[in-house]
Nanobody
Framework: QVQLVESGGGLVQAGGSLRLSCAASGSILSINVMAWYRQAPGNQRELVARIFGGGTTNYADSVKGRFSISQDNAKNTVYLQMNSLKPEDTAVYYC?????????????WGLGTQVTVSS
């Protein structure tokens, strides 16, 4: 059993910043990838940023230069620092973990945290 606990969402004005956190706990042996996805009403869920175990990162074009993903391997925690937020960043943000368990590689999703950016 693996749990993902997300925190840090909320309401912020355009131009402001938020920091999301996601901590993985439970029967996970190692983590291959940690990522953040988001889904706005009427849209498909999309990748925002991801970080591999070795530290390589990828970002959606829409957030490059504004968002930064990082991880604390000792705490199995991933962070998303979001700066210069825009109204179009409004969405539910979901934590994603691809980890190795006793059953092999498994994908886990968090329940999501709402980010609302007002204009």
């Amino acid at each position: 059993q693996v749990q993902l606990v997300e925190s840090g969402g909320g309401l912020v004005q355009a131009g402001g910043s938020l920091r999301l956190s996601c901590a993985a706990s439970g029967s996970i042996l190692s983590i291959n990838v940690m990522a953040w996805y988001r889904q706005a009403p009427g849209n498909q869920r999309e990748l925002v940023a991801r970080i591999f175990g070795g530290g390589t990162t990828n970002y959606a074009d829409s957030v490059k230069g504004r968002f930064s993903i990082s991880q604390d391997n000792a705490k199995n925690t991933v962070y998303l620092q979001m700066n210069s937020l825009k109204p179009e960043d409004t969405a539910v943000y979901y934590c994603y973990v691809l980890g190795r368990t006793g059953l092999g590689n498994v994908v886990y999703w968090g329940l999501g945290t709402q980010v609302t950016v007002s204009s």
